[in-house]
Every structure is written in C-alpha cells, then in structure tokens.
Nanobody
C-alpha cells in the first residue's frame, strides 16, 4: 500500500491549490497524517499534521492562516488547502502517515508518498 498525492501544479502568485493524499490499494491505517515540503536545494520541512481520530491539527507557525489541513475518514484521504500562494511555497509536497502519533518531524512518520510538485509563478 502506498500513499499517493495529487492536486499539485502551476499556479500564479495569490492563487490556491488543494492537495489530496490517499492510500492506493489495500487496508491502510494511521494515527496521524502530515504534509511536508521540499524546495529546490533545501531540506524537507514540516507543513501541517492532523490526528486521524480526534482531528487535532498542528501547523508550521509561519503557514497558519494560509494553509489548512483536513481529513475525510470515509475516503481515507487527507487534504491540504493552500491559499494566497507565494513563490516561496514552490516545492515538492509530500504526504506522510504515522502509526505512533502527531509529529512535526519527518522521523515521526512511517509511510511517505512520492510527492507532488507545486510551482508558484510570479
């Protein structure tokens, strides 16, 4: 079973995108899901995370207000709504799942998607 991201693409400054992530095939369960991103030449960084049961959310502080993470338990899908996009939001966005808890570090996550490219043009 793999996590598959979708919804990335090219958008102009100030635009919006909604990313989705769902497991492909088979049974998949997790305690929490998260989004990370990696800009060219930079390390992967935390974006947001959500508890799969209670729905508690946790954001990278600088992104609060523009980005919103949500889930649909019935579809086993996590979303990332991104608004007011800036060129510095450009990068590959990765979905991750944890069987242990809600974390803001990549080491807390057990399963990863292949990533989806987001490019914000000015």
């Amino acid at each position: 079973v793999q996590l598959v991201e979708s919804g990335g693409g090219l958008v102009q400054v100030g635009g919006s995108l909604r990313l989705s992530c769902a497991p492909s095939g088979g049974t998949f369960s997790s305690v929490a899901r998260a989004w990370f991103r990696q800009a060219p030449g930079k390390e992967r960084e935390f974006v947001a995370a959500i508890s799969w049961t209670g729905g508690a959310t946790y954001y990278e502080k600088s992104l609060t207000g523009r980005f919103s993470i949500s889930r649909d338990n019935a579809k086993n899908t996590v979303y990332l709504q991104m608004n007011s996009l800036k060129p510095e939001d450009t990068g590959v966005y990765y979905c991750a799942a944890s069987k242990r808890g809600l974390y803001s570090i990549s080491g807390g996550y057990d399963d990863w998607g292949q990533g989806t490219q987001v490019t914000v043009s000015s």
